[in-house]
């Protein structure tokens, strides 16, 4: 999709408003806390509490499936009520409130219980975050806008591991400790959002009509909806990164090191998240979105096929590259393509059905390892992304006035 014609020109870092760098800032230290954690609970979920790779798949799956569904109501319920910010406040705080239990926890169930109440607050906090940078940025800052925050976003995602690293040095591979450190920047997070983002005036206000009635989905149309296709064929691909954890160590990557994967895989991403969205508020999402898609393909085939480290970090590299290709400018296809009204709703029912296929897609990676190898589970997402593909070339998603 080219960018608007009569649009203002896409301007610089200086330009993008400062509640969307604020937002940026309260994801980056929140994903600080959360990828501490994530970089090392599948190692400790296989070896200190002896769960299986397919329950490593489930349990990723049902996480960001739980994330995904509880998005849908919060970003509803910030259309209706013409407000986003305090949802977003209560998501951030119960996902703070839960990091003290991944120390705490005993068995599996306990983690388990404490991945679900974490993701449910990182549902109720996404779709209204995410309909408050729409309504934020100017429609030519869009891409630059939703690429700032996902490049911000993510360099939590490769410090948070890196943290990771040294603090099991330094604890001499002690996970407990290490989670407890985990939970000081997720409240710091929740008090940044709370005294630094202010909520904007809306220009488009909370409608008496509940969003989730089948008259108030039809007016997404026809353009949104399609996004949504292309996102959800694209998700079967896009299983959890917990298993690019598990194929550095099949390799032979020492535990303590193990945090380098998502580190290698965050730095691609937030280096080419910003870039990518700006690209696209002067050219075609849709182009930068293919070439996004091209790079997961790479990806996959250099892990299934690999058989070192040196392979492995490549294939890490082009996953993380893919990420930043494509996430910022999925988001911005939909705040391009729904009513500004219907923001919140839309951003839920995107990651509502996003996340149902990310739950199949980790559960089958799983079982396909258990079964015949991590070639098979990269295979099948080399073939789930070439389908996504051949959807995205098949359609031509319009924006909305804005």
């Known amino acids: 999709m080219a960018a ?30 959360s990828e501490i954690i994530h970089a090392l609970l599948p190692v400790y979920l296989v070896t200190a509490m002896g769960a299986s790779m397919a329950t ?59 991945r679900f109440v974490d993701r449910v607050g990182k549902g109720i906090r996404g779709a209204p975050r995410d309909a408050l940078i729409a309504d934020i940025a100017p429609p030519h800052l869009r891409g630059a806008s939703f690429g700032l925050r996902q490049s911000l976003d993510t360099v939590g995602a490769f410090v948070g591991p890196a943290l990771a690293m040294a603090l099991m040095w330094l604890t001499v591979d002690n996970f407990r400790a290490v989670f407890w450190v985990a939970a000081v920047p997720a409240f710091l997070s929740v008090a940044l959002l709370v005294f630094a983002v202010a909520e904007p005036a809306r220009t488009a206000p909370g409608d008496s009509r509940w969003p989730l009635s089948l008259a108030e989905l039809k007016r997404l149309g026809p353009a949104y909806w399609q996004i949504v296709a292309i996102g959800v064929v694209f998700s079967l691909a896009r299983f959890s990164e917990a298993f690019l954890i598990l194929r550095a160590q099949a390799v032979g990557l020492a535990t303590m090191l193990v945090p380098l994967v998502l580190v290698l895989m965050n730095v691609a991403y ?133």
């Not at 800032?25 to 806390?33: C, K, N």
């Not at 898609?293 to 082009?318: P, Q």
């Not at 839309?346 to 980790?362: C, K, R």
């Not at 070339?393 to 804005?402: E, H, L, Q, Y």
Request: charged share 10%; with cysteine; net charge neutral.
């Open 4 to 33: 608007n014609a009569e649009s203002p020109r896409p301007g610089g870092l200086r330009e993008v408003p400062p509640a969307v760098w604020a937002l940026g800032l309260v994801s980056l230290l929140m994903d600080v806390s």
């Open 56 to 114: 490593v798949g489930l349990i990723e799956g049902i996480a960001e499936a739980t994330a995904s569904i509880t998005k849908v109501f919060s970003g509803a319920l910030s259309d209706w009520m013409g407000k986003r910010k305090w949802l977003a406040v209560i998501g951030y705080g119960l996902a703070a409130c839960t990091k003290p239990v991944f120390p705490l926890a005993s068995s599996v169930g306990w983690l388990v219980a404490a």
């Open 270 to 402: 937030a280096l080419s998240a910003y870039p990518a969205g700006a690209l696209s508020d002067r050219t075609s999402r849709v182009s930068v979105l293919k070439a996004g898609f091209a790079l997961l393909v790479a990806a996959d085939l250099v892990l299934a096929f690999t058989a070192g480290l040196e392979g492995i970090v490549a294939g890490v590299a082009l996953w993380g590259l893919h990420m930043g290709l494509t996430q910022g400018l999925l988001a911005a296809l939909v705040a391009d393509t729904a009513p500004a009204e219907l923001r919140g709703t839309a951003y839920g029912m995107f990651n509502l059905l996003t996340g149902l296929a990310l739950l199949a897609a980790s559960v089958l990676a799983g079982e396909l390892w258990d079964r015949i190898g991590s070639q098979g589970t990269f295979l099948a997402g080399a073939a789930f992304t070439v389908i996504a593909l051949i959807v995205l070339a098949a359609t031509k998603p319009a924006a909305r006035g804005t």
